[in-house]
């Protein structure tokens, strides 16, 4: 069971917006910034938002991530096939030892 | 542009321990930490340890203390994760991860190697 609580599933059709929530405490998401990633099948993690809400070089401005208190959301606009992908929340602990918690993670589906 | 090769799958018996590599190039990989996350067949991500920039101490999850170990070959910018006392348990895919900056978030990861325990 993970701590970063995130829903198992999510879905929506091409051109809407879907949000993915990510849900901590304090000593994780209320003290350190979030991280997100997709992967594809078969493929390596790879780095979507970074610092709560910065995108690295490269990835579409369709992407955008918030975080208020011990939660945080990742948003995707525009969605498009390619979008379908496994989604994870990320955050160290200050409780445990500086340990990198991961959210179960979220099976986006493009309809 | 950085890069992380790891090394190849491996099938080990329970009860054995593995080593898997991860050599990294490009950029100035000795400035920031190393993780190591794994995901088992079917399941999400999970971090093992990691060791700190500069090739430091390692830091490992709870779950992992005193099975664990990461090493560093600072002349050929490799790091290495090594576990012992493998079950069935332990069959996943290990994946090395580099820390993009203070805030800890992984920039650059290894392409996997998967570790299959089976007797």
């Known amino acids: 069971q993970s701590v970063l609580s995130q829903p198992p599933s999510a879905s929506g059709t091409p051109g809407q917006r879907v949000a993915i929530s990510c849900s901590g405490g304090?000593?994780?998401?209320?003290?350190?910034?979030v991280s997100w990633y997709q992967q594809l099948p078969g493929s390596a993690p790879k780095l979507l938002i970074y610092?709560?809400?910065l995108r690295p070089s490269g990835v579409p401005d369709r992407f955008s991530g918030s975080k208020s208190g011990t939660s945080a959301s990742l948003a995707i606009s525009g969605l498009r096939s390619e979008d379908e992908a496994e989604y994870y929340c990320?955050?160290?602990?200050?409780?445990?030892?500086?340990?990198?918690?991961f959210g179960g993670g979220t099976k986006l589906t493009v309809l | 542009q950085v890069q992380l090769v790891q090394s190849g799958a491996e099938v080990k018996k329970p009860g054995s321990s593995v080593k898997v590599s991860c050599k990294a190039s490009?950029?100035?990989?000795?400035?920031?930490?190393i993780s190591w996350v794994r995901q088992a067949p079917g399941q999400g991500l999970e971090w093992v340890g990691g060791?700190?920039?500069?090739?430091?101490?390692?830091m490992y999850a709870q779950k992992f203390q005193g099975r664990v170990t990461l090493s560093a070959d600072r002349s050929t910018s490799t790091v290495y994760v090594h576990l012992s006392s493998l079950t069935s348990d332990d069959t996943a895919v290990y994946y090395c991860?580099?820390?993009?900056?203070?805030?800890?978030?992984?920039?650059?990861w290894g392409q996997g190697t998967l570790v299959t325990v089976s007797s």
């Open positions: 060791i700190s920039p500069g090739f430091g101490p390692g």
């Open positions: 610092r709560n809400n």
């Open positions: 991860a580099k820390e993009g900056g203070a805030t800890g978030e992984f920039d650059y």
């Open positions: 990320a955050a160290w602990d200050d409780n445990l030892s500086g340990s990198v918690l």
């Open positions: 304090i000593s994780n998401i209320g003290s350190n910034s």
């Open positions: 490009g950029g100035a990989i000795s400035s920031h930490g």
